[in-house]
T-cell receptor, first 115, second 113 residues
Framework: AQKVTQAQTEISVVEKEDVTLDCVYE???????LFWYKQPPSGELVFLIR??????QNEISGRYSWNFQKSTSSFNFTITASQVVDSAVYFC????????????FGSGTRLLVRP | DAGVTQSPTHLIKTRGQQVTLRCSPK?????VSWYQQALGQGPQFIFQ???????QRGNFPDRFSGHQFPNYSSELNVNALLLGDSALYLC????????????FGPGTRLTVT
């Protein structure tokens, strides 16, 4: 069975602070993909990044960076110098070949960036 | 290039009624998936359509059914609505090139009273 755990329900930071959102996943598949989505108050899920199980390279995109570690089954997301516009709910998700790549989401982390 | 569109935006129904939600995939995408997102939770997979067939299904009762049309657009139907069906219903589309990214629409917020 596949499972995604986001233990942080809500995080509140002051603007310009760095913040890391944790994601731990479970799967028996050897081929799988991990995703992060952002959900602003409007409700639409915005795709941020995808990593596949064979690529453990960390990635940086502007203020965003992702740390994928298979040894700990984690795929953490860091926002550097947070901004008010980063306030949203962030979801980590897993899709695996054995489940026909349907997305399995964590429960989300609500990030509030205060000015 | 239009993204995924969904209609209606909001809907209020009474228990026992039936509802139909609609989705048009992103241009060039041929696979449509539906998710239910209850308040404060992550989206839950309902089912996926490809080539007008239901390819796989999540743990949802038969009251939830769908359809995909030749132009790849899709409908989600829910019969005998329950209060617990109140949620944001999200549609996502995937391209035919073997990509696994799913692109989501803005959702339809269904309230059952």
């Amino acid at each position: 069975a596949q499972k995604v755990t986001q233990a942080q329900t809500e995080i509140s930071v002051v603007e310009k602070e760095d913040v890391t959102l944790d994601c731990v996943y479970e799967t028996r598949d050897t081929t799988y993909y991990l995703f992060w989505y952002k959900q602003p108050p409007s409700g639409e899920l915005v795709f941020l990044i995808r990593r596949n199980s064979f690529d453990e390279q960390n990635e940086i995109s502007g203020r965003y960076s992702w740390n994928f570690q298979k040894s700990t089954s984690s795929f953490n997301f860091t926002i550097t110098a947070s901004q008010v516009v980063d306030s949203a709910v962030y979801f980590c998700a897993l899709s695996a070949m054995d489940s026909s790549y349907k997305l399995i989401f964590g429960s989300g982390t609500r990030l509030l960036v205060r000015p | 290039d239009a993204g995924v569109t969904q209609s209606p935006t909001h809907l209020i129904k009474t228990r026992g009624q039936q509802v139909t939600l609609r989705c048009s995939p992103k241009s060039g995408h041929d696979t449509v998936s539906w998710y239910q997102q209850a308040l404060g939770q992550g989206p839950q997979f309902i089912f996926q359509y490809y080539e007008e067939e239901e390819r796989q299904r999540g743990n949802f009762p038969d009251r939830f059914s769908g359809h995909q049309f030749p132009n790849y657009s899709s409908e989600l139907n829910v019969n005998a609505l329950l209060l617990g069906d109140s949620a944001l219903y999200l549609c996502a589309s995937t391209s035919p090139t073997g990509s696994v990214e799913q692109y989501f629409g803005p959702g339809t917020r269904l309230t059952v009273t």
